[in-house]
């Protein structure tokens, strides 16, 4: 069973520009939630999805958006990039979207985006 | 709101000796406790997890940790490390009762270095 696919694996890009990353969960995983990671912040959670639908936000601001697709695969995209923008970005799936509490959360290996 | 607290930014630790890795968390309500490790350049793997029962959780490569709701801690322990354990862990929390979500709340990690 193939794991969570993350695409790109690297990202460099300028302020001012966009980005869009993809993510492909495991099969039959309807619940695709997405985390940055920077050094000394740790994860901080983004946003989730669950068929199709966002169930759940963090605390960033509206430059940063996602959609899930008929298929469950997960984009997020980031506006106007900012040099503090600069991070790994983590894609998770599981089937029902508990946060693995009755199951597994599968992590993908991450997109890791530079701005200069 | 919850918050966890990973004091120890870095741990050396020499091949062979015991190690504790410390977490702390706050939150009003009962909370669901995690801890994750990441390999250089890979996701996140779940090391063990405490839902509700014993307060000594086992958990993969022969990691356990231990649940004590008074300090509101859940620390991470292996009698002895391997260099193979090298990378960086996180300690984990999300509500007990707050409904199907993903949104793990993360401490900011601790980087176990293992010396020969």
């Known amino acids: 069973k193939a794991g969570v696919t993350q695409t790109p694996r690297y990202l460099i890009k300028t302020r001012g520009q966009q980005v869009t990353l993809s993510c492909s969960p495991i099969?039959?995983?309807?619940?695709v939630s997405w985390y940055q990671q920077t050094p000394g912040q740790g994860l901080q959670f983004l946003f989730e999805?669950?068929?199709?639908?966002?169930?759940n936000k963090g605390n960033f601001p509206g430059r940063f958006s996602g959609r899930q697709f008929s298929n469950s695969r997960s984009e997020m995209n980031v506006s106007t990039l900012e040099l503090g923008d600069s991070a790994l970005y983590l894609c998770?799936?599981?089937?029902?979207?508990?946060?693995?509490?009755?199951?597994?959360?599968?992590f993908g290996s991450g997109t890791q985006l530079s701005v200069l | 709101a919850q918050s966890v607290t990973q004091l120890d930014s870095q741990v050396p630790v020499f091949e062979e000796a015991p190690v504790e890795l410390r977490c702390n968390y706050s939150?009003?309500?009962?909370?669901?406790l995690f801890w994750y490790v990441q390999y250089p350049n890979q996701g996140l793997q779940l090391l063990l997890k405490?839902?509700?029962?014993?307060?000594l959780v086992k958990g993969i490569n022969g990691f356990e940790a231990e649940f004590n709701k008074s300090q509101t801690s859940f620390h991470l322990r292996k009698p002895s490390v391997h260099i193979s354990d090298t990378a960086e862990y996180f300690c984990?929390?999300?509500?007990?009762?707050?409904?199907?979500?993903?949104?793990?709340?993360f401490g900011t990690g601790t980087l176990l270095a293992v010396q020969p």
């Open positions: 984990a929390v999300i509500p007990a009762y707050g409904g199907a979500t993903n949104k793990l709340i």
């Open positions: 998770a799936s599981s089937f029902a979207g508990t946060g693995g509490i009755n199951e597994k959360l599968f």
């Open positions: 999805y669950f068929s199709e639908t966002q169930r």
């Open positions: 939150s009003s309500v009962s909370v669901y």
């Open positions: 099969s039959g995983h309807r619940s």
């Open positions: 405490y839902l509700s029962g014993s307060t």
